[in-house]
């Protein structure tokens, strides 16, 4: 056998665990951010100013 479950599936789980946390980002950036995309408080050159600094 090529080595245990944990040992194959390792790297598979971590990307996984970091695909989740991007996610959760993402979404919490949306929620702030869109609101004040509608209203007009916010410009999207701003907004994408404010994601850069976050990714």
Do not use: H, N
Not at 3 to 16: E, Q, S, V, W, Y
Not at 30 to 47: F, H, N, Q, T, Y
């Amino acid at each position: 056998m090529a080595g245990t479950f944990t040992d194959r599936f390792k790297p598979m789980i971590g990307r996984l665990q970091e695909s989740i946390l991007e996610s959760r980002i993402l979404a919490a950036l949306r929620s702030a951010l869109l609101p004040k995309l509608i209203s007009g408080e916010l410009r999207v050159p701003d907004a994408e100013r404010i994601v850069g600094r976050a990714m």
